[in-house]
């Protein structure tokens, strides 16, 4: 069996900073290097999805607020969160949210983000 394969080659995507519109794509949990919630958002108009990461924590105040940053949006997106939220309702909603560049402390490149308190569903 081999092994081999051929790079492929793709140009670089310039999302402008600024406000976007997009649908939610997919809801994935990842645990390294921590818990987080990510949401993978479509932009309208571009070949691009970019993704936005909640820590893993529900939490809500006694008079049913939300007290973390994924009850936040989630509430945002039109979530009831006083109760077993199922986060596959989320994906496919028009959502709007703010991008900004950052720049990589890894390698230097610059690459678009998406502002975590930004993101809300498109009423």
Same mark, same amino acid.
Do not use: C
């Given at each position: ?38 949401? $993978?958002?479509?932009? /309208? ?8 990461? &909640?820590? +893993? !924590? ?38 709007? $949210?703010?991008?900004? /560049? ?8 610059? &690459?678009? +983000? !998406? ?9």
């Amino acid at each position: 069996m081999s092994l081999k394969m051929k790079p492929q080659i793709s140009e670089k995507i310039e999302i402008p900073q600024g406000k976007h519109t997009g649908v939610i794509a997919k809801i994935e949990n990842r645990t390294t290097p921590y818990n987080y919630t990510d949401i $993978f958002i479509k932009v /309208d108009g571009l070949d691009a999805t970019l993704k936005v990461g &909640y820590p +893993t !924590i529900l939490q809500v105040t006694a008079d049913k607020k939300p007290a973390s940053k994924l009850a936040s949006v989630l509430v945002r997106l039109g979530l009831d969160i006083n109760k077993e939220v199922d986060l596959e309702k989320a994906v496919g909603l028009k959502v709007e $949210f703010v991008s900004f /560049d950052k720049i990589s402390e890894k390698n230097g490149n610059t &690459y678009a +983000t !998406i502002a975590p308190e930004s993101v809300k569903k498109l009423w």
